[in-house]
């Protein structure tokens, strides 16, 4: 690259100065702008766009509650009270932001099963799907931690229990608990450091969130039909025509966030959260917020402590190696009949362990989860490094386009060199 | 989306030519080349981005709205108190908005003294009736006016300055019996926070 | 077809929620109140009339720490109404000049005034039961406002057999049966202004509506606003689903 100002192409003359010195303009032209993207999405690429958006709606409203949210245990529940009822709007930004949490799931749930569905995971786009995640990993923490803040009984439970998951670690475990507790047992020192992180790890997710977004824009979208565009036949500028097509996302997704929050705030939430934490009493029976519930199914799977922890980690663990796990050359599972129905399989499956990881720990509860949890993992273990081998894929199409515009759909305007070079079954 | 089918493999030349034109026609209409068509399509999309422009403004005025004063911080922005166990010559402080209010039960000497001073010698000038339309009750807020010091001389034991009112031990304002600045760096008088009397012996400020 | 089958996923994804909340206490019944549907307001007198029987039966043992006599303005009170109210309790203020603590009325930015000074007091008052904060109960329980209504009127004859433990109550929708509090309401138990016959049924009603209403006080703001927004997004999504169209207009895909 020559050093020296960079070339602008625009016209406007204060873009045009800064461009020239800080080429930013040029850079979201390019990958915002007319960065080829595959012509064929469907409905499914909406949700990288919407997780972003709500990545900025948590950090948004979390900033403005947490000028108003006191880091103490004599103080946070009444705070969060005053949040609701004192402070302009606050009811407004908290169940924003407590709502936000279960929507931020919803779509990065259905963003990693599009992935799945379509082989987005798969060479070159490991990675991508690496940092993925990571992504979730991080948000996973980012929730557990804010869900300690309101200092309810579910708060201080969770709490208690998910750091005490620690102390299955051998020789060192209890030392590790007792470092993270910054005492001998969760307490005020605890909730100080929840706090602290809770507002650290969102920035933490953004600096992941633009690598991942880098990476993306190096390999490319992968689409519905999981072969590579070609040419310029086989792509669309990003702008405006996904741009807009995000757009409609967006508003179909605020519409369902909207009713949540207008109209049933705290359904997803567990009402034992506005009892304050008690350390003396333990409720009933102690449940996660929904998202964690498949994992929390996992955990509680296992007759052996440190065996469940394992496994409930490795449960996301398994999703970094899933890309080599997977031997099949065909990514999107509309050429793979047997993968697809696996999947359905897999993903009724997660929502079993869903289900039963909100029953209590006992009789035939135990059973399902446990056969939830083979279920779960004989998916990524065997059904797919074996599928890979024996299954027979669909025919390919050779390209995108020609997959969009039939077989048979001519025009004018005499061959394009280079844009004929498709061969039929090309290795995908 | 039509899905291929087997042996859809294409026959000789009618390639992806198609496509290519498809796309100069894409990008010919998003430049805004003069059709009927365009026109509208504009129109639609200048409706769909002032709508959503609205609806950005809508979101961010909640955000801006929760750094006003809560409700609980408003509740707080009168304070109610009782006259009556306030003795001739007594004073007492209160907190008001975040700050100290001098509420001083005035003694007919000081009335007198006040009201005497002509306002020639005043360097703000202001009638002793006009800060103090009850003259017996004297409400004031206790901030010295130079830089944000709270002056002494609610306490008998205080030091009260040289016109036996107040006395700023900062920078040495001294204050007068109707609370105006009569010597020192202040540039004027110390202020009063509106109040009423809601009874002969109730006053609520602000 | 496909957005049809994420929204299924997504709709799928909220089904899980009641799981949550599912336990092995019986379901209350709907006790039809006029808060409870999507676009459900607070009857005004009847939360005047529950803050009645709260301050004249419940507050002898249960606090509602979150809530400030100034909240009484937003049920229908007059600000005169409110002061009388406020001035009815003696509040600690302080420190003095003194510094002694001191008792005074209570003005509309105090808090309600507790009746215990903390929870051991309670307990050693209440035979080692506390007594629950009442400002969000009806969030912090299952079924709400049904499961409170549920228990005020569910005191009943233990069923044969059942052995009622010393200083316990039977009520029919405790989870466990045996609850410490006494049977409260009594008929005419309280005298309302408006003339109301006070049955138990109606002081359960209306002392429930009134905690629904402490609990959420916003409730009515938040729907109203729901509405507006949901219609906003209506009209938006229209326009932008036509744009998309538009745009997309001269490409297959």
Redesign the interface.
């Known amino acids: 690259m020559a050093i020296g100002l960079h070339d602008s192409p625009f016209k406007n003359p204060v873009i045009r100065w800064i461009d020239q010195r800080l080429p930013v303009f040029t850079m979201m032209q390019k990958e915002y702008g007319t960065f080829p993207t595959p012509?064929?999405f469907?409905?499914?690429w909406n949700f990288g766009a919407l997780a972003m958006i709500n990545l900025l709606i948590m950090i948004?409203t979390g900033i403005?509650l947490a000028?108003?949210y006191t880091p103490h245990t004599a103080y946070a529940f009444?705070s969060v009270?005053?949040i609701?009822?004192?402070?302009?709007?606050?009811?407004?930004?908290r169940?924003v932001h407590m709502n936000g949490a279960s929507m931020f799931f919803?779509v990065v749930?259905?963003h990693i099963?599009r992935g799945l569905y379509y082989g987005s995971y798969k060479a070159p786009r490991e990675l991508l799907s690496m940092l993925g995640v990571d992504i979730f990993l991080l948000m996973m923490a980012t929730a557990f931690m804010g869900y300690v803040l309101p200092w309810g009984q579910m708060s201080f439970w969770g709490a208690t229990v998910i750091t005490n998951l620690f102390s299955a670690i051998p020789l060192v475990g209890q030392d590790i608990v007792i470092w993270l507790w910054g005492g001998f047992s969760v307490d005020n020192p605890t909730l100080n450091r929840f706090f602290s992180l809770h507002y650290l790890l969102p920035f933490v997710i953004v600096g992941v969130v633009f690598l991942h977004v880098a990476a993306l824009h190096i390999t490319g979208s992968n689409n519905?039909l999981g072969i590579e565009p070609?040419?310029?036949?086989?792509t669309?500028?990003f702008h405006?025509?996904y741009t807009?097509?995000d757009?409609?996302g967006m508003?179909?997704y605020?519409?369902?966030f909207?009713?949540l929050?207008?109209?049933m705030?705290?359904?997803?939430g567990?009402?034992?959260n506005?009892?304050?934490a008690n350390p003396l009493s333990t409720p009933?029976?102690i449940?996660p917020e929904?998202y964690f519930?498949p994992f929390y199914a996992i955990l509680r799977a296992v007759p052996d402590k440190l065996g469940g922890v394992v496994l409930m980690f490795g449960s996301i663990a398994i999703l970094f190696v899933l890309p080599w796990l997977d031997t099949s050359k065909v990514r999107s599972m509309?050429f793979r009949p047997i993968a697809r129905i696996f999947l359905l399989l897999w993903t009724i499956n997660f929502?079993v362990l869903?289900?039963v990881g909100?029953?209590p720990a006992e009789g035939h509860y135990v059973q399902i989860a446990q056969i939830a949890t083979v279920i779960y993992f004989a998916y990524f273990l065997v059904v797919l490094p074996a599928l890979g081998r024996l299954e027979k894929p669909?025919?390919?199409?050779?390209?995108i386009?020609?997959?969009?515009?039939?077989?048979?759909?001519?025009?004018?305007?005499?061959?394009?060199p280079g844009?004929?070079a498709?061969k039929?079954m090309d290795k995908a | 989306?039509?899905?291929?089918k087997?042996?859809?493999?294409?026959c000789g030349?009618?390639?992806?030519?198609?496509?290519?034109?498809?796309?100069v026609t894409?990008?010919g209409a998003?430049q805004g080349a003069g059709a009927p068509e365009v026109t509208k399509r504009d129109f639609l999309k200048l409706t769909t981005t002032a709508f959503?422009a609205v609806g950005v403004g809508a979101i961010v005025w909640?955000?801006i709205?929760?750094?006003?004063p809560?409700?609980?911080?408003l509740a707080l922005a009168s304070t109610e108190l009782d006259l009556s166990p306030i003795a001739v010559g007594q004073s007492v402080t209160v907190m008001w908005r975040g700050k100290p209010v001098f509420v001083r039960h005035r003694t007919p000497e000081q009335i007198a003294a006040a009201r005497a001073v002509p306002l020639s010698e005043l360097k703000d000038p202001a009638t002793d009736e006009s800060r103090a339309p009850r003259p017996e009750w004297l409400v004031m807020i206790g901030v010295c006016t130079h830089l944000g010091c709270v002056p002494l001389g609610q306490k008998p034991t205080d030091p009260a300055g040289d016109y036996n009112g107040w006395f700023c031990p900062c920078h040495g304002s001294h204050y007068d019996t109707s609370g105006r600045i009569r010597r020192g760096p202040a540039p004027t008088n110390l202020e009063i926070p509106p109040y009423t009397f809601t009874s002969p012996t109730q006053i609520r400020i602000g | 077809m496909?957005?049809i089958r994420?929204l299924a996923?997504?709709a799928?994804?909220?089904s899980?929620?009641p799981?949550?909340?599912?336990?092995s206490a019986p379901t209350p019944p709907d006790a039809g109140f006029g808060f409870a549907g999507?676009f459900g307001t607070f009857d005004r007198g009847a939360l005047q009339r529950g803050f009645q029987v709260y301050k004249e039966v419940c507050a002898a043992c249960h606090a509602m720490?979150?809530l400030s006599y100034r909240?009484l303005l937003e049920i229908g009170l007059s600000e005169a109404q409110v002061r009388e109210i406020a001035a009815q309790f003696q509040v600690t203020d302080g420190p003095n000049d003194e510094g002694q603590m001191f008792e005074r009325p209570a003005r509309l930015s105090d808090r309600f005034r507790r009746p215990f000074p903390n929870e051991q007091a309670a307990r050693a008052a209440n035979n080692g039961a506390y007594p629950?904060?009442l400002?969000?109960?009806v969030?912090?329980?299952?079924h709400?406002a049904n499961y409170l209504f549920a228990l005020l009127t569910g005191y009943v004859d233990p069923p044969p057999g059942v052995e009622v433990m010393e200083g316990m109550h039977y009520n029919a929708w405790f989870?466990g049966h045996q609850i410490a509090m006494p049977n409260v309401l009594n008929p005419d138990g309280v005298e309302y202004a408006d003339g109301t016959p006070a049955t138990v049924e109606q002081q359960a009603r209306d002392v429930t509506t009134f905690l629904a209403w402490a609990?959420e006080?916003?409730l009515e703001q938040?729907?109203r606003?729901?509405?507006q927004?949901?219609i906003f997004?209506?009209i938006?999504?229209g326009l932008?689903?036509a744009?998309?169209r538009k745009?997309?207009a001269d490409?297959?895909?």
């Not at chain 1, 609701?84 to 930004?93: Q, T």
């Not at chain 1, 386009?401 to 394009?416: E, F, I, Q, S, W």
């Not at chain 2, 989306?1 to 291929?4: G, L, Q």
């Open positions: 012509r064929n469907n409905y499914f948004a403005f000028m108003h009444d009270e005053r609701m009822r004192d402070v302009n709007y606050g009811w407004l930004i169940y919803i749930y259905i099963w519905p070609k040419g310029p036949q086989d669309l500028p405006p025509y807009i097509k757009s409609v508003v179909a605020f519409a369902v909207g009713f929050v207008f109209f705030p705290n359904y997803l567990h009402p034992d506005y009892i304050p009933a029976h449940v929904w519930l509309r929502f869903m289900w909100a029953k669909l025919p390919l199409p050779e390209s386009a020609r997959a969009v515009l039939g077989p048979n759909a001519t025009l004018g305007g005499g061959p394009v844009a004929a498709a039929p | 989306m039509p899905t291929r087997e042996g859809d493999s294409p030349g009618d390639i992806e030519v198609i496509a290519m034109a498809e796309m894409a990008q998003s959503a909640p955000f709205a929760s750094m006003n809560a409700r609980d911080v | 496909r957005v994420s996923l997504a799928s994804l909220f899980a929620g799981a949550l909340a599912a336990g999507l720490r979150q909240n629950p904060d400002s969000v109960i969030k912090a329980r299952p709400g989870p609990a006080p916003e938040r729907r606003m729901g509405v927004v949901l997004l209506a938006l999504g932008v689903y744009t998309k745009v997309w490409v297959k895909h």
